[in-house]
T-cell receptor, first 117, second 116 residues
């Protein structure tokens, strides 16, 4: 089975400060890891993914995430937060196999990020 | 390219009724997945269709069903609605093959279903 944990329901940060949204995962083998963002009354939008290679992944809107295999973590980061970054963030994992239910994305419970002006 | 389109945007039904939700994927995408989002349970996978065949199914009762047409459009049906079925139902499309996009999903804005 695969699972994702987002330990913080809510993260508050001041505009201009760095932000981190935490994610840890559990999966057999090498994971495919994703971050999605959801704005109010909208679907999820893809931010970035880790498949293989460089542990630091850069994505949309200045976000990046660092894959740490030993800590089974994939934390989302941004050097300088904007008020417009306020949204619900989801981490997701799947196994790199082409069949079976494990190929589906398993999402974390989400972290509400609020950037204060 | 048009994004994933879900209709209707909002639905209000009463217990015991049935409902059909529609999803049009991005042109060229052959896989359509459905997710249920609730404040308590988060995002839960319902099922995935690929080339008109259900490829994967989540842990939901048989009242939840779906289908996919030859043009990749998909519908989801919930029969005998219960109060707990109130949720945002999200559809996501992808190319569907493992090497293409490596599982990246494109989501619609969802259908907000309220069961009274």
């Amino acid at each position: 089975a695969q699972s994702v944990a987002q330990p913080e329901d809510q993260v508050n940060v001041a505009e201009g400060n760095p932000l981190t949204v935490k994610c840890t995962y559990s999966v057999s083998g090498n994971p495919y890891l994703f971050w999605y963002v959801q704005y109010p009354n909208r679907g999820l939008q893809f931010l970035l993914k880790y498949i293989t290679g460089d542990n630091l992944v850069k994505g949309s809107y200045g976000f990046e995430a660092e894959f740490n295999k030993s800590q089974t973590s994939f934390h989302l980061k941004k050097p300088s937060a904007l008020v417009s970054d306020s949204a619900l963030y989801f981490c997701a994992v799947r196994r790199p196999i082409s069949s079976g239910s494990a190929r589906q994305l398993t999402f974390g419970s989400g972290t509400q990020l609020t950037v204060l002006p | 390219k048009a994004g994933v389109t879900q209709t209707p945007r909002y639905l209000i039904k009463t217990r015991g009724q049935q409902v059909t939700l529609s999803c049009s994927p991005i042109s060229g995408h052959r896989s359509v997945s459905w997710y249920q989002q609730t404040p308590g349970q988060g995002l839960q996978f319902l099922f995935e269709y690929f080339s008109e065949t259900q490829r994967n199914k989540g842990n939901f009762p048989g009242r939840f069903s779906g289908r996919q047409f030859s043009n990749s459009r998909s519908e989801m049906n919930v029969s005998t609605l219960e109060l707990g079925d109130s949720a945002l139902y999200l559809c996501a499309s992808s190319l569907g093959t493992d090497r293409s996009g490596r599982g990246k999903l494109f989501f619609g804005s969802g259908t907000q279903l309220s069961v009274l």
